[in-house]
């Protein structure tokens, strides 16, 4: 079938002769070497390579049929993390744009990345990083409840991540801080101040984990937290006792 892909849109052979070929003498030969050395076919990359590269083909010329791939890819016995994170950046280079395909790729590699016996915070940041910016693009207005409940749970699980590892970036601490904040006040402009102090809130349980920038934004962050809860202490009283 992929074959008969590569076929249909010869345009599209070179570009992945050539990056088989790079790659390949990168990871390919010296993995596939190291296996075949082991005896141990049940790792044998070859399986994922093509599946990539199938993925590649397809996206490229903007085939309904990318989803698939995905479940291939899966469905395969030792699937790691990086595989999957790379299929989500494939799925949105341009031309392609395949967003949800992108996010079910994430959330699978998201879900990998904290089952591992020894989680890694880098590579764990990074990929919560790139779900919640596909999930809630800074700025939107709008946001609908189900979308805010989903970045929440996000949300949870990164900061069970942080409270478990050692080595989760300051940096991204910080944005995930940022983000937080940001969404609650862009619900307060909007009028939603119950979702507000919950998101402004939730930005600052990550207050604790800033270490050396915690004292830069405590004080600026509570003043505006606590002018947050002022105005939907005073909304609630606007409301009518229900009898």
């Known amino acids: 079938m992929f074959l008969q892909l590569l076929l249909c849109f010869p345009g599209h052979c070179t570009m992945l002769a050539d990056n088989i070929n790079n790659f390949t003498k990168k990871k390919f030969n010296t993995e596939h070497f190291a296996v075949l050395k082991k005896g141990d076919l049940s790792k044998d990359p070859t399986e994922t390579l093509l599946l ?14 990318l989803e698939h791939v995905l479940e291939a890819v899966l469905e395969l016995q030792h699937l790691e993390p990086k595989t999957l994170e790379t299929i989500a950046s494939l799925a949105m ?8 395909v992108c996010k079910k790729a994430l959330k699978n590699a998201w879900l990998l990345h904290r089952k591992c016996s020894l989680i890694d915070g880098v590579k764990c ?7 919640i910016q596909l999930t809630l693009p800074s700025g939107t207005l709008g946001i609908e409840p189900r979308i805010l409940e989903e970045v929440w749970s996000y949300y ?4 069970f991540v942080i409270d ?12 995930l801080m940022t983000r937080a904040w940001n969404t609650g006040i862009l619900l307060y402009s909007v009028g939603r101040y119950m979702e507000a102090e919950r998101w402004c809130g939730l ?8 270490g050396s920038l915690q004292s830069s934004y405590e004080s ?14 005073r909304a609630k009283r606007l409301i009518p006792n229900e009898e």
Request: hydrophobic share 35%; net charge negative; with cysteine.
């Open 52 to 65: 990539i590269y199938e993925f590649e083909a397809r996206a490229k010329i903007n085939d309904s049929t």
């Open 93 to 100: 280079e341009p031309p392609a744009h395949f967003p949800s």
């Open 125 to 131: 940041s990074k990929c919560l990083h790139s779900l």
């Open 156 to 159: 949870e699980e990164g900061l």
């Open 164 to 175: 478990s590892v050692h080595d989760y970036p300051e940096v991204e601490i910080l944005w």
């Open 203 to 210: 930005g600052m349980r990550f207050l604790k984990h800033l």
């Open 220 to 233: 600026q962050m509570s003043g505006l937290y606590s002018e947050v809860l002022d105005r939907l202490d």
